[in-house]
């Protein structure tokens, strides 16, 4: 998906170094070349400025040959002859997002930040793990700029937006951000007093907004496959699927927060109640719905599905508390589970009053991961219809990558 920029965040500067040629051509659009060719804008894009080269040529008479022109391109683009090197970028990419997952999970291991009884302490556990982890992003990094595997790439680039955002934090236990995207790292800023007690919160597996929980998330949906020989690999996502989920997780949004569902009925002795049953189904369906999705839409490197996925994280992180008090709570991974006796003895005038507001701002959201799943695939990678580029259309979402 590529890095974006706005006028909050300026990320461009990152993948300076990844094109080639004059005026660096592929900048922060590198990453995207093959996404582009794959949804078929760049063929649009290509057929756009050849019949505008024809026109001319028309008009003086001489004959252009566009269409085999383009024909060649467009197979050259879908069908590269894949390089030595670039076979090598390919192996290195798919081996060193392997390695960066495992110094992540070190990170984010409890037993990291104690001492033992060997006599290591935390502070040198520390160090080792984060230098492993500069070591192991600068890896990646760097063969994401030789590399053909476009799924994989745009992870990396989702991930290098992340470190980007919270390059402050990370200079505070000494690892900095350079200007071409790869970090070094001064271990004496982790020896300070708090520089433990601060990398760990920075990588905490308990919060999954924290930057390390977002890295391993997208270090998990990028995968390890090992793709060396061809130009792009196919995501791990099942667009049907995913739809589907965003489809489902915006009807049971909605149900719970309707007036409809919370409408009391006469039992058997004629007293109003609330149908727990049919709430509690209701919220069971919400569950299960917002897994479905995140287990399928979670791997699309789509900007406006990846910045709504955010949203709705972000949301449920913010409301986690509340919602322990109906019985759904949320694991390390993000997933949603339901305990039905504690939801069915929950106050419903209270799951009502939560869902009325958090249900709508969740539909909102799921709505917009179905939007973009289909719909609005080339916008969101920065092209239009027509096949020209949209700068604005591929910004948008920079705050949320």
Same mark, same amino acid.
């Given at each position: 998906?590529?890095?974006?920029? /706005?006028? !909050?965040?300026?990320?461009?500067?990152?993948?300076?170094?990844?094109?080639?040629?004059?005026?660096?051509?592929?900048?922060?659009?590198?990453?995207?070349?093959?996404?582009?060719?794959?949804?078929?804008?760049?063929?649009?894009?290509?057929?756009?400025?050849?019949?505008?080269?024809?026109?001319?040529?028309?008009?003086?008479?001489?004959?252009?040959?566009?269409?085999?022109?383009?024909?060649?391109?467009?197979?050259?683009?879908?069908?590269?002859?894949?390089?030595?090197?670039?076979?090598?970028? /390919?192996?290195?990419?798919?081996?060193?997002?392997?390695?960066?997952?495992?110094?992540?999970?070190?990170?984010?291991?409890?037993?990291?930040?104690? #001492?033992?009884?060997?006599?290591?302490?935390?502070?040198?556990?520390?160090?080792?793990?984060? !230098?492993?982890?500069?070591?192991?992003?600068?890896?990646?990094?760097?063969? &994401?700029?030789?590399?053909?595997?476009?799924?994989?790439?745009?992870?990396?680039?989702? $991930?290098?937006?992340?470190?980007?955002?919270?390059?402050?934090?990370?200079?505070?236990?000494?690892?900095?951000?350079?200007?071409?995207?790869?970090?070094?790292? #001064?271990?004496?800023? $982790?020896?300070?007093?708090?520089?433990?007690?601060?990398?760990?919160?920075?990588?905490?597996?308990?919060?999954?907004?924290?930057?390390?929980?977002?890295?391993?998330?997208?270090?998990?949906?990028?995968?390890?496959?090992?793709?060396?020989?061809?130009?792009?690999?196919?995501?791990?996502?099942?667009?049907?699927?995913?739809?589907?989920?965003?489809?489902?997780?915006?009807?049971?949004?909605?149900?719970?927060?309707?007036?409809?569902?919370?409408?009391?009925?006469?039992?058997?002795?004629?007293?109003?109640?609330?149908? $727990?049953?049919?709430?509690?189904?209701? &919220?069971?369906?919400?569950?299960?719905?917002?897994?479905?999705?995140?287990?399928?839409?979670?791997?699309?490197?789509?900007?406006?599905?990846?910045?709504?996925?955010?949203?709705?994280?972000?949301?449920?992180?913010?409301?986690?508390?509340?919602?322990?008090?109906?019985?759904?709570?949320?694991?390390?991974?993000? !997933?949603?589970?339901?305990?039905?006796?504690?939801?069915?003895?929950?106050?419903?005038?209270?799951?009502?009053?939560?869902?009325?507001?958090?249900?709508?701002?969740?539909?909102?959201?799921?709505?917009?991961?179905?939007?973009?799943?289909?719909?609005?695939?080339? &916008?969101?990678?920065?092209?239009?219809?027509?096949?020209?580029?949209? $700068?604005?259309?591929? &910004?948008?979402?920079?705050?949320?990558?």
């Amino acid at each position: 998906m590529g890095i974006n920029i /706005n006028a !909050k965040s300026d990320y461009s500067f990152m993948f300076s170094s990844l094109g080639s040629g004059a005026a660096g051509v592929g900048s922060s659009n590198f990453l995207m070349d093959y996404a582009s060719i794959k949804n078929g804008s760049y063929g649009k894009l290509m057929k756009a400025y050849y019949r505008s080269e024809q026109a001319s040529g028309s008009a003086g008479g001489q004959k252009t040959g566009s269409n085999n022109i383009i024909d060649k391109l467009l197979e050259e683009k879908r069908n590269p002859k894949v390089s030595k090197e670039v076979q090598e970028a /390919n192996t290195k990419l798919t081996s060193g997002l392997s390695n960066l997952k495992s110094s992540v999970s070190a990170l984010q291991n409890d037993k990291t930040f104690t #001492d033992t009884a060997n006599g290591k302490s935390a502070v040198d556990k520390v160090t080792t793990a984060l !230098k492993a982890y500069v070591a192991d992003y600068n890896d990646v990094v760097n063969a &994401a700029k030789g590399s053909t595997l476009t799924h994989k790439t745009a992870y990396v680039a989702n $991930v290098m937006s992340s470190t980007a955002a919270n390059a402050d934090k990370l200079a505070e236990i000494g690892v900095k951000v350079n200007s071409n995207g790869t970090l070094t790292f #001064d271990e004496s800023m $982790v020896k300070t007093a708090d520089g433990v007690s601060k990398a760990q919160e920075l990588f905490s597996s308990k919060n999954i907004m924290s930057y390390g929980s977002v890295v391993a998330s997208r270090l998990r949906f990028a995968g390890t496959s090992a793709t060396t020989g061809t130009s792009t690999d196919k995501t791990d996502s099942d667009s049907s699927t995913a739809l589907s989920g965003a489809a489902s997780l915006k009807a049971d949004s909605k149900a719970l927060a309707s007036e409809a569902l919370f409408k009391k009925i006469l039992d058997k002795d004629g007293e109003e109640k609330y149908d $727990v049953d049919k709430i509690f189904a209701t &919220a069971k369906s919400f569950v299960n719905s917002y897994n479905r999705m995140f287990d399928t839409a979670g791997s699309s490197s789509n900007s406006g599905v990846v910045a709504n996925l955010s949203y709705i994280r972000e949301k449920t992180a913010n409301n986690e508390d509340a919602l322990k008090k109906f019985g759904i709570s949320v694991d390390r991974k993000g !997933k949603m589970s339901i305990d039905e006796d504690t939801f069915k003895n929950s106050d419903m005038s209270q799951v009502q009053k939560f869902f009325k507001d958090f249900g709508s701002s969740i539909a909102t959201n799921a709505s917009l991961v179905d939007f973009y799943m289909t719909t609005q695939a080339n &916008a969101a990678n920065g092209y239009t219809s027509d096949g020209t580029y949209n $700068v604005q259309g591929s &910004a948008r979402y920079a705050d949320f990558v």
